[in-house]
C-alpha cells in the first residue's frame, strides 16, 4: 500500500518565460505536488520526526524555482522533481507547475512523474 502526501496550490513568484519581456519581469507559478509516502509511522507516533516536513519541502520547491530562473514550466517541473527525490527521500513525486496568463485568457500547465510508488 502506497500513501500519498501533498501540498497544494504553492504560489512561487519567479523570472519564468522564453521572451525577453518575461525575463525582465517575475510571474507567479502554482505548484501541487503529491508524493509517495509511509505515513504510519508517523500517525502512530503523533511525532513530526516520523513525517514528511510539508514546510521543508515547500522551501525546496521555491528556492529550485526562484534559484533556477527557467524558461520552460516543463524544466521547472524537472528540477522540482529531481531535488524533492533527492533531498526529501520520497520515492515517487507527482508534480504539476500552472502559470496562469491573465493577458491571454487561460493558464498554461505540465504534470510530470517520477520514480515508483512501490517500494
Do not use: C
Not at 13 to 30: A, F, H, K, P
Not at 58 to 77: M, N, P, S, Y
Amino acid at each position: 500500500m502506497t500513501d500519498t502526501v501533498s501540498i497544494r496550490d504553492l504560489s512561487v513568484s519567479t523570472v519564468i518565460g522564453v521572451y525577453d519581456w518575461e525575463r525582465e519581469i517575475e510571474q507567479t507559478l502554482v505548484f501541487s505536488v503529491d508524493m509517495a509516502a509511509n505515513v504510519a509511522r508517523a500517525a502512530a507516533s503523533d511525532n513530526i520526526a516520523d513525517a514528511l516536513d510539508y514546510s521543508a519541502i515547500a522551501q525546496t520547491i521555491r528556492t529550485v524555482v526562484r534559484d533556477g530562473k527557467f524558461q520552460l514550466i516543463e524544466t521547472a517541473a524537472e528540477r522540482v522533481a529531481e531535488q524533492l527525490l533527492s533531498a526529501h527521500g520520497v520515492r515517487w513525486v507527482r508534480v504539476q507547475v500552472v502559470k496562469p496568463l491573465p493577458g491571454e485568457g487561460y493558464a498554461s500547465a505540465v504534470t510530470i512523474e517520477r520514480g515508483s510508488p512501490q517500494p
